[in-house]
């Protein structure tokens, strides 16, 4: 019999916590976009981790916090959906934001981030499952700061084992990865072994703009944007040729996205397509449109490409 093991893992988290950063670190290589601004990851994404015999599925979910639109709603409840149907939950949490609010200097940011890890911890503890803790971005406070927050997060009674990591620099991050694997059940892998990622490319190329273009813009305007895959064409020259639209909700949006004299775009699009050449390992050549299409994010189609649920 073979001794192939998976445990598939859900990374939940308020918005901001690192949870992207640690599925791209225990993968190694970028599955999922990461930002500096909170609600980077709108849909669960899966990343595939082999330690050993064991094939970890890290299931990066988009961040919980008290959603307002339809699409917050349907975020929020997936990544609810991915911690029930895992092996294991990892609440990853911004431990220096946490810290702050301990010690009542928090930022209004950090402010909201303690009422998501609140509302998170008191979500766990209504199921009753056993919630491994990881206190992430060690490398940006002091320890005893950090001890601090571990004592009130494990007063919960909602976590197990406890871990202090900085998805940054790697630091505490394998001896969470050899935890996990305790979850694991035997039995086939469920993703051949050099497979890191199980959206398709067209996805992965939409997302990869989409980063380039919250980092780009500014205010509300990466909030009420999307961006679609239109077409995908290989070329016999071995490159391809990927044409996206990017859709904003109001006119005065898609001056700012195509910028003076075209500029903005240009740049999203050039950070894009290297990007993307490099993922994808061939010659890309990217194709923008900026659209308005007012209300895209109360589209049915939207929810379903992309595995939410639009009445959630
Ligand atoms: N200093 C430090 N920064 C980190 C660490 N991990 C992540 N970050 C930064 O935190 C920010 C948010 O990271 P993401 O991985 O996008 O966070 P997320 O939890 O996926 O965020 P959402 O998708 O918006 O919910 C980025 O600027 C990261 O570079 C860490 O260990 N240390
Ligand atoms: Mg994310």
């Known amino acids: 019999m073979s001794d192939e093991a998976v445990a598939v893992v859900a990374v939940v988290g308020a918005p901001n916590a690192g949870k992207s950063t640690l599925v791209n670190l225990l993968v190694g290589t970028k599955v999922a976009i990461v930002t500096h601004k909170v609600q ?4 669960p994404l899966r990343g595939v981790a082999l330690r050993g015999k064991t094939q970890l599925v890290l299931i990066d979910t988009p961040g919980v916090f008290a959603p307002k639109r339809r699409l917050d709603r349907a975020m929020v409840r997936a990544a609810w959906g991915a911690a ?17 609010s301990l010690e009542g200097r ?15 911890t008191e979500g766990f503890k209504a199921t009753g499952r056993t919630v491994t803790l990881a206190l992430n971005k060690v490398d940006a406070m002091p320890r005893p700061a950090l001890l601090a927050v571990a004592k009130s997060l494990h007063e919960t009674g909602a976590y197990g084992d406890v871990f202090m990591i900085s998805a940054q620099t790697g630091d505490g991050v394998e001896a969470l990865a050899t935890a996990l694997c305790a979850a694991a059940k035997l039995g086939p892998w469920l993703y051949p072994e050099d497979q890191a990622a199980d959206a398709p490319a067209r996805v992965l190329a939409a997302e990869i703009t ?34 996206q639209t990017i859709f904003v909700a109001r006119d005065s949006q898609r001056r700012i996205a195509i910028g003076e004299k075209g500029q903005t775009v240009k740049a999203i699009g050039e950070a894009a397509r290297a990007e993307m050449a ?30 939410l649920d639009y009445d959630a």
């Open 278 to 307: 490099a993922a994808f390992d061939r010659p890309v050549h990217l194709f923008l449109h900026v659209k308005v299409r007012e209300g895209w994010a109360d589209e049915r189609s939207l929810y379903a490409a992309r595995g």
């Open 40 to 43: 980077t990851t709108r849909f």
């Open 84 to 100: 029930e149907d895992a092996d294991a939950v990892v609440h990853l949490v911004d431990a220096p934001a946490h810290a702050r």
């Open 106 to 120: 928090p930022t209004p940011s950090d402010v909201k981030t303690a009422q998501d890890v609140a509302r998170i």
């Open 210 to 243: 989409r980063e380039k273009l919250m980092l780009r813009l500014h205010d509300e305007v990466p909030y009420e944007t999307t961006v679609e895959t239109e077409s995908w064409t290989e070329r016999k020259d071995g490159s391809v040729r990927i044409e």
